[in-house]
């Protein structure tokens, strides 16, 4: 139980494109997903927070207008990375959580390239 | 501010040598600590959670164990399919369910 899955695994875009990312709860309704970012030997950074039927939470530093969040449904969200730049390039990683409990379980991750 | 802070920061074990990573942390409020292991390219994989003072969990060679200030997660005769990274995060009482990450410790198992 508690399946997250992300697609696409990985994606390679040029510079000056947008990029979508669905995040999917197999197993559970998820009430609220998370979107994470992580660099290179380095930890979880979180970006947003969403809540379905809700506008997303986003974290100081992070561009809404870059980073879109839709949850439009139980068993799912999407991030767009919109314009991407090879800075945005990097490996995103959403969770989610089940009404009423604490866990947040993760997805396998989706590695970003932009060229 | 609150703050996870894990050590070692890297840890090498022979095949069967236990040890002992830290998560200490310094929050207004703890909801709950997570600990989770995460292999190269994946996302994290939830290990435990862990809530009150003195609350202790198992998993195969895996215990977590919880004070007011740190948290341990003892591994017992580790084998190499248990490196990894292993990620300690908290919860805090005001949060809203956001989980605030250590730095991890990179584990290897050889042989």
């Known amino acids: 139980g508690a399946v997250v899955s992300q697609h696409p695994s990985w994606v390679i875009c040029k510079s000056g494109t947008s990029v979508k990312i669905e995040c999917r709860s197999l197993?559970?309704?998820?009430?609220?997903m998370f979107w994470y970012r992580q660099f290179p030997k380095q930890s979880l950074m979180l970006m947003a927070t969403?809540?379905?039927?809700?506008?997303?939470?986003?974290e100081q530093g992070v561009e809404k207008d870059k980073f879109l969040i839709n949850h439009a449904s139980l068993t799912l969200s999407t991030l767009t990375v919109t314009s991407a730049h090879p800075e945005d390039s990097s490996f995103y990683i959403c969770?989610?959580?089940?009404?009423?409990?604490?866990?947040?379980?993760f997805g396998p991750g989706t590695r970003l390239t932009v060229l | 501010e609150d703050q996870v802070t894990q050590s070692p920061e890297a840890l090498r074990l022979q095949e069967g040598e236990s040890s002992s990573l830290n998560c200490s942390y310094t929050v207004s409020g703890l909801r709950g600590l997570f600990w989770y292991r995460q292999d190269p390219g994946k996302g994290p994989e939830f290990l435990f959670t862990l809530y009150s003072a003195g609350e202790e969990k198992e998993k195969e060679r895996l215990k977590a164990t919880l004070t007011k200030k740190e948290s341990f997660l003892h591994i017992t005769a580790p084998k190499p399919e248990d490196s990894a990274t292993y990620l300690c995060a908290v919860q805090t009482s005001g949060g809203y369910n956001k989980l605030i990450f250590g730095a991890g410790t990179r584990l290897a198992v050889h042989p």
């Open positions: 969770s989610a959580r089940e009404g009423g409990t604490d866990t947040q379980y």
């Open positions: 197993d559970f309704q998820a009430t609220t």
């Open positions: 969403s809540n379905e039927g809700s506008k997303a939470t986003y």
